[in-house]
């Protein structure tokens, strides 16, 4: 069983598209991050969140923290095919953190 | 400046034998870590450590998987009587500290014929 729950698994859009994906967990975390990870490529990270409630953006892509610290959401706006990848989030208790098995983005030109 | 960098890039073996993979981190990175991912699957954690020590292996599936960081900076990942689900992308990531942001290695690909 995942701790951290990632959907959709996959999406397929185009270009132009906004989105939206999201990671649940029945746990509370210290923090969360998103990473970004391309084929033959380890996982880069995009943002941490540690505040409930939080907002962060990057450019297209904003980022929310849950309240209760348990789940965030990452939108993009206008996606591109250059934001193509696996999205992962990872949740940080104490020492340790611990990924969702992602969601594959693919944006078609 | 370098990023970590892991050792070999692809690597096949067979059933039953033993396989090393190596981890360069970031120099002056305290904290390392092993991860491993199947296909279609998140990291998986396995080990870190702080320093030469190995601060949390509670990870590693069993005792065929072991690894050592003798110097607090290079890392070897120890894989025993290699078995076909062991067959997966193996990362490396290190930190300044703990709790600190993990920078990636690009992987190295085991596959188990």
């Known amino acids: 069983t995942q701790l951290l729950e990632q959907s959709p698994q996959f999406l397929s859009i185009q270009e132009g598209e906004n989105l939206t994906v999201y990671c649940n967990s029945s746990?509370?975390?210290?923090?969360l991050q998103w990473y970004r990870q391309e084929p033959g490529e380890g996982p880069v990270l995009l943002v941490t969140v540690v505040t409930g409630g939080e907002v962060k953006k990057l450019k297209r892509l904003t980022f929310q923290f849950g309240d209760a610290r348990k789940d965030s959401s990452l939108h993009i706006t206008a996606a591109q095919p250059g934001d193509t990848g696996l999205y992962l989030c990872a949740g940080r208790r104490n020492n340790d953190m611990r990924f969702g098995a992602g969601t594959r983005l693919t944006v078609k030109p | 400046g370098a990023g970590v960098s892991q050792t070999p890039s692809n690597k096949v073996t067979e059933k039953g034998k033993y396989v090393e993979l190596r981890c360069d981190p970031i120099?002056?990175?305290?904290?390392l870590y092993w991860y491993r991912q199947s296909l279609g699957q998140g990291p998986e954690f396995l080990i870190y450590f702080q320093g030469t020590g190995a601060a949390d292996d509670s990870g590693l599936p069993n005792d065929r998987f072991f690894a050592v960081r003798p110097e607090g900076s290079v890392s070897t990942l120890k894989i025993q009587r290699t078995e076909r689900g062991d067959s997966a992308v193996y990362l490396c990531?290190?930190?300044?500290?703990?709790?600190?942001?993990?920078?990636f290695g690009p992987g190295t690909r085991l596959l188990v014929l």
């Open positions: 120099s002056g990175h305290t904290a």
């Open positions: 746990s509370v975390f210290s923090s």
């Open positions: 990531a290190s930190s300044l500290g703990v709790r600190e942001t993990q920078y």
